[in-house]
C-alpha cells in the first residue's frame, strides 16, 4: 500500500510577482504541545549577555522586480514589526519573491548581569550614523549600513523608502566579543553592479557558537570577503534552548520523514544488527579468514583511525549467505539518529543514518539512451543519510539536507512533499544508490547540458520504512554523557566495505565508442570518480557532517 502523499508548494505565479506580497508559509498541521523542558520552543533564546526572539513579521518596504539573473531572481525587502517590546531590531529581512514569505530575523535585548561594574559596556548600543550603500534608480529604495560604535559591530542592513538617513534608534550594534566572523551564503538580488547576499558563520558544526541573525550582506561590487557584518554569538554553555532527550522523541515522532525505495529497487536496507548476524565478517589485514561479528558490534575494533587494518565484507565462501546480505532486509530496517546543534544552537539537527548493506551497479545516461553497469558502483556497506532542521525558537520544522553520494544540498520546508495530514516530509531513495530526494523522478549526476551522467531514479513502491516509528537515537553529545548510549558498532572507525577498484576500462571504452566525437574525448570527465572504484565506505562517525556542518 502506498501512503498518501502530497506536494506541498505554495508556487508564486508571475502576476503573483507583480501585484501582490509573497504569502506566508505555514506547515499542513498544527504543532503538538512539546513535552516540558528548559529552553527548547519557548519563543526566546538565551546567548549569554543578550536574550534573542524570532520576528517573523514584516512590512515591505522595497520589491524589485528586475534582477540579472531574471524574474526567479527578484526579491523583495522587508522590516520586521511586532517585536516585543524591550527587544531592538538588529537588522532587516529579504527573499526572493518566487518563494512564500517565511524567513525570520533576530531581535535582541540585554539580559541583566548582576556582576556588572562601571567600566561594564552594555551589550547593545545604538549606531553612531548610516552609510548609504546604494539607492534604486527610482529613488524608492536606500540600502544603510549602520556604523557602529567603536567596540560595537553591525549585523544587519536596514532599507529605507526615503533619501534621508534613519534614526540611529532604528537598529542596535553588538559589542564585538559577542559577536562572531560571517560570510556570504547564496546571491539573493543582483542589480547592475549591487548584490544582495544572504550571510551564516564563517564556522558551522557541533562545537561552533555562531548564531545567523538572519539579515543580509550587500555592496556595491562582487567582492563577497569584504564583510562589513558579523553574526551573533551563542555564549551560554548549557545551550538551553536545545531539546531534552523526551522532546527530541516528541520531534522524531512528528516529523520523522517516510522514506520510499524504488519498486525495482534490489539492495534494501537492514539494521545493523541484521547486518552482522546474518553473515557480515570482519577483515584484518594479513589474516584471510573474516571473523563473525557480534550482533551489538561488540567485538569490532573500537575508536583509532582508518588506518585500513580492518574492513567488514560478505562471506567469500558462502555465496548464498553473500546474495541473501546484498539483498538487505527492509522488515528489521531503522534510521539511526544523531542529534546534535546547528547554528550556535538556535537550531537543532535531526540527522538520520540508513544502513544497505550493499550498494548496487550504477545506471547511466548517455542522451536518450540508457546503459546499466555491470559492476559499476557497487561496494559492500551503502550508509546514507538526510537530516531534518528544527527551529529552537519554536520547535517548527525549517529545512531539510538531502544527501546525494558525495554532496546533496538543503530544500526549504516550503518546498518539501508531506504525507497527508501530518508534517511529515517523504523522501526517496535512488535504485542501486541509495541517495536521498525530496520529489519523485529521474535525477542526472553528471552534466544535465549534453545529457549524460548517472542516472538517479527514485519514485514511490511498496519498500517504505516509516523513521517517525523505525528509528534509534545513537547520539547527542549536548545531552551530556550517559544521557544517549552509544551502539558499539558506532565506534568502529574503519572500512564498512572492502576497498574496489573496478575493471571499468572495457565497459567505459564501449559506451564512449558509441558517442559523436566532438564528445568523446572530454566523456570521462562527466563521470563520476566513483565509477572507477572507490575505498570502502566509513561508518557515520567518520562522516565529515557528524561534528561539522552539511556539505552541499
Known amino acids: 500500500m502506498f501512503c498518501d502523499c502530497f506536494y506541498w508548494n505554495q508556487e508564486i505565479t508571475e502576476l503573483e510577482w507583480e501585484s501582490s506580497e509573497s504569502k ?192 543580509f550582506f550587500c555592496s556595491t561590487n562582487d567582492n563577497k570577503a569584504d564583510m562589513n557584518i558579523s553574526c551573533l554569538k551563542n555564549l551560554d554553555p548549557s545551550l538551553q534552548a536545545m531539546p531534552n532527550l523526551d522532546q527530541v522523541h516528541a520531534l522524531i515522532q512528528h516529523y520523522g520523514p517516510t522514506v520510499y525505495f524504488h519498486a525495482e529497487e534490489t539492495y534494501l536496507p537492514s539494521s545493523v544488527p541484521w547486518f552482522f548476524k546474518n553473515g557480515a565478517l570482519l577483515y584484518r589485514f594479513g589474516k584471510p579468514v573474516g571473523e563473525p561479528i557480534n550482533s551489538t558490534g561488540s567485538n569490532l575494533p573500537a575508536g583509532g583511525k582508518n588506518d585500513g587494518s580492518y574492513w567488514i565484507d560478505l562471506p567469500q565462501e558462502d555465496e548464498e549467505a553473500a546474495n541473501n546480505l546484498k539483498k538487505g532486509n527492509i522488515e528489521s530496517s531503522e534510521l539511526y539518529v544523531h542529534v546534535k546543534p546547528a547554528l550556535g544552537g538556535i537550531f537543532t539537527d535531526v540527522v538520520m543514518w540508513i544502513f544497505c548493506p550493499f550498494n548496487g551497479p550504477a545506471t547511466l545516461k548517455i542522451g536518450l539512451l540508457t546503459v546499466p553497469m555491470n559492476r559499476i558502483g557497487e561496494h559492500v556497506g551503502d550508509w546514507e543519510h538526510f537530516t531534518f532542521r528544527i527551529s529552537n525558537f519554536s520547535g517548527e520544522l525549517t529545512q531539510m539536507f538531502f544527501s546525494q553520494h558525495s554532496g546533496g544540498g538543503w530544500v526549504d520546508v516550503s518546498d518539501l512533499e508531506f504525507v497527508k495530514g501530518s508534517n511529515k516530509p517523504v523522501v526517496y531513495s535512488s535504485k542501486h544508490g541509495h541517495a536521498s530526494f525530496p520529489h519523485p523522478g529521474m535525477y542526472l549526476q553528471g552534466s544535465s547540458k549534453l545529457g549524460i551522467g548517472v542516472r538517479n531514479d527514485v519514485g514511490k513502491s511498496e519498500y517504505v520504512v516509516d523513521s517517525s516509528q523505525r528509528y534509534r537515537v545513537v547520539a547527542a553529545e549536548y545531552l551530556g554523557e550517559g544521557v544517549v548510549s552509544e551502539p558499539c558498532w558506532l565506534q568502529y572507525m574503519r572500512e564498512w566495505g572492502p576497498t574496489i577498484v573496478y575493471d571499468s576500462a572495457a565497459e567505459i571504452d564501449k559506451i564512449i565508442n558509441l558517442l559523436p566525437l566532438i564528445v568523446r574525448y572530454s566523456i570521462e570527465n562527466l563521470f563520476p570518480i566513483a565509477l572507477y572504484g572507490e575505498e570502502g565506505p566509513t561508518g557515520p562517525k567518520e562522516k565529515d557532517n557528524w561534528e561539522g556542518d552539511e556539505t552541499c
Open 24 to 215: 506566508p508559509f505555514s506547515l499542513p498541521s498544527q504543532l503538538p504541545r512539546w513535552p516540558q523542558g528548559t529552553g527548547f520552543a519557548t519563543g526566546k533564546i538565551n546567548l549569554g549577555e543578550i536574550q534573542v526572539v524570532k520576528a517573523t513579521e514584516f512590512d515591505r518596504v522595497w520589491k524589485c522586480n528586475k534582477s540579472r539573473g531574471g524574474k526567479s531572481r527578484c526579491a523583495s525587502f522587508y522590516k520586521p514589526v511586532g517585536i516585543p517590546e524591550g527587544f531592538h531590531c538588529l537588522g532587516h529581512y529579504c527573499q526572493q519573491n518566487n518563494q512564500p514569505l517565511r524567513g525570520f530575523v533576530l531581535a535582541a535585548r540585554a539580559n541583566d548581569h548582576p556582576d556588572k561594574d562601571d567600566d561594564h559596556r552594555p551589550a547593545l548600543k545604538k549606531p553612531v550614523n548610516y552609510t548609504l550603500v546604494w539607492s534604486s534608480d527610482s529613488s524608492d529604495c536606500y540600502f544603510w549600513l549602520p556604523n557602529p560604535p567603536a567596540g560595537y559591530r553591525a549585523v544587519g542592513v536596514i532599507v529605507t523608502d526615503e533619501a534621508e538617513e534613519p534614526d540611529t534608534e532604528e537598529v542596535r550594534c553588538v559589542r564585538e566579543d559577542l559577536t562572531e566572523t560571517c560570510e556570504a551564503r547564496e546571491r539573493i538580488l543582483g542589480v547592475g553592479s549591487f548584490n544582495v547576499w544572504s550571510t551564516e558563520p564563517c564556522s558551522r558544526g557541533i562545537w561552533s557558537r555562531g548564531v545567523a541573525v538572519g539579515s
